[in-house]
C-alpha cells in the first residue's frame, strides 16, 4: 500500500491543502482507512478501487468518514491524470456520483476540476446559530448583514458565516471541543466564515474540529457549497469567483468557482496540485 502526497489548490507551486490518495484493488474495513487516514495526518485521505466505467471513492479524515472531499478529489484527480492521462472520470461516492477533469497546465503541471454533488441550503436556528457565535467570540456586528448564517450544502454540510472585515477573519480563534461537540449535533463537516474582497474574489477560513482538525487550507466541498448558497440567497452578481484561502495559516490557496443560475444544480471546482516533498 503506498500513499500518494499531493496539495489541492495551490498556488504558483506553493500551498494547498496536503491530501493522501491511496489505489486498492478493494477496499479495507472502514477502520483500516480510517487507521491510514490518521497516519498520514491530513484532513483527508481518499481511497480508489476501480468500478465499471469509474472509481469508487471514500474519504477518510483522522476521526471519521466524510460524504464529499473536494480538495481530495482535486488530489486523486491529479492522480489519475498522472496515471492514466488527461480525461474526464466518473467517481461513486457513497451518496451521489461526480465527475473530475484532469488537463494539463503548463509543461509539468496538471489543472483539476471536479463537479460537485447537487447543492441545497436551509436556514440555521437562531439559538443554535447564537452558540457558535459564542464559541467563536464572534458578535452580531462582525457578521455581515447582507450574508444570512445558512446550513449549506454540496455533498457534505458546512454552516456559512460572513464577517465585516478581513481583520474578524485573520483574528479567528475557537473553543475546540465545544465547537466540534456543536458541529456533531447538526452533521456538520466544517463552519465556513468568509469575508468579501471584491464582488469575485471571497478569503475563507474553515474550522474542522469534527474530523479532528483546527483548520482547513483549503475546502472545495466548502467552496461548492458557498455557490449554492449564494445562488439560493439569489446573489446574481457574478457566476465565477474565486476563494483565497490558507494565508492565515502560511498556506495560501486558491479555488476557482464557477455555477450555473439553475438552483441545486452541481458546481464546478477547480485548481493546480503539487506534490508534497516531505
Known amino acids: 500500500m503506498s500513499v500518494l502526497k499531493l496539495a489541492a489548490f495551490s498556488h504558483n507551486g506553493q500551498g494547498g491543502n496536503p491530501a493522501g490518495v491511496v489505489f486498492y484493488d478493494a477496499f479495507p474495513s472502514a477502520e483500516e482507512m480510517m487507521s491510514i487516514a490518521k497516519e498520514v495526518g491530513y484532513s483527508e485521505t481518499a481511497f480508489l478501487v476501480k ?10 479524515a483522522p476521526e471519521l468518514e466524510v460524504p464529499f472531499c473536494g480538495h481530495a478529489t482535486i488530489a486523486l484527480g491529479a492522480a489519475l491524470g498522472e496515471k492514466f492521462g488527461e480525461n474526464v472520470y466518473k467517481l461513486f461516492l457513497n451518496n451521489s456520483e461526480i465527475s473530475v477533469r484532469a488537463e494539463k497546465s503548463g509543461e509539468h503541471k496538471l489543472f483539476i476540476t471536479l463537479q460537485s454533488p ?21 458578535k452580531q456586528d462582525d457578521l455581515n448583514p447582507a450574508f444570512p448564517i445558512k446550513f449549506a450544502s454540496a455533498g457534505a454540510k458546512h454552516l456559512i458565516i460572513f464577517v465585516k472585515n478581513r481583520k474578524t477573519l485573520a483574528d479567528m480563534n475557537y473553543e475546540f471541543e465545544l465547537v466540534k461537540t456543536l458541529m456533531a ?84 471546482i477547480s485548481g493546480e496540485v503539487r506534490h508534497m516533498t516531505e
Do not use: C
Open 51 to 60: 468500478q465499471n466505467d469509474g472509481w469508487r471513492v471514500r474519504y477518510f
Open 118 to 138: 447537487s447543492t441545497s441550503s436551509t436556514d440555521a436556528p437562531k439559538e443554535y446559530v447564537d452558540k457558535i457565535l459564542k464559541a467563536f467570540n464572534l
Open 185 to 268: 449535533e447538526n452533521g456538520l463537516v466544517t463552519i465556513s466564515i468568509l469575508w468579501q474582497e471584491s464582488d469575485s474574489i471571497f478569503h475563507s477560513r474553515n474550522p474542522f474540529p469534527s474530523g479532528g482538525v483546527y483548520e482547513d487550507p483549503a475546502t472545495g466541498a466548502a467552496a461548492a457549497a458557498l455557490a449554492g448558497y449564494l445562488r439560493d440567497i439569489n446573489w446574481n452578481v457574478t457566476n465565477e469567483f474565486t476563494i483565497l484561502q490558507g494565508e492565515d495559516m502560511g498556506m495560501p490557496s486558491r479555488l476557482n468557482v464557477k455555477f450555473t443560475q439553475t438552483k441545486g444544480e452541481s458546481v464546478s
